[in-house]
């Protein structure tokens, strides 16, 4: 099994700049595909940003393009997502997850198709 841990959440103002990471550990090898959800006070969790492990193949949702960046470093087995421009409706939980069978570009956009997660780490964009 893989274990995910997020860190880098934090207080920022907006507009300013925050990049958080996941460390994967485990059966790494079995890891074909990662993804950042959120999750805001009252709302179910949305998908963020979702990458590819091997080609590096990146997904956005529409409300992060141009702001935020996904990236992995493989040797490291670690996921990041620089956060830039940030607006307090970007403020939530932040989840990393994986997927050990991507079936489909399609499936990375939605938290059904993901086999593991991380506890999440707290962003916070004040106004």
């Known amino acids: 099994q893989v274990q995910l841990k997020e860190s880098g959440g934090g207080l920022v103002q907006a507009g300013g700049s925050l990049r958080v990471s996941c460390a994967a550990s485990?059966?790494?090898?079995?890891?074909?595909?990662m993804g950042w959800f959120r999750q805001a006070p009252g709302k179910e969790r949305e998908f963020v940003a979702a990458?590819?492990?091997?080609?590096?193949?990146?997904y956005y949702a529409d409300s992060v393009k141009g702001r935020f960046a996904i990236s992995r470093d493989n040797a490291k087995n670690t996921l990041y997502l620089q956060m830039n421009s940030l607006q307090s409706e970007d403020t939530g939980v932040y989840y990393c997850?994986?997927?050990?069978?991507?079936?489909?570009?399609?499936?990375?956009?939605?938290?059904?198709?993901?086999?593991?997660w991380g506890q999440g780490t707290q962003v916070t964009v004040s106004s």
């Open positions: 990458i590819t492990w091997i080609g590096g193949s990146r």
């Open positions: 485990g059966r790494t090898s079995s890891i074909t595909a």
């Open positions: 997850a994986e997927m050990e069978s991507v079936t489909a570009a399609q499936a990375m956009l939605s938290p059904d198709y993901y086999d593991n």
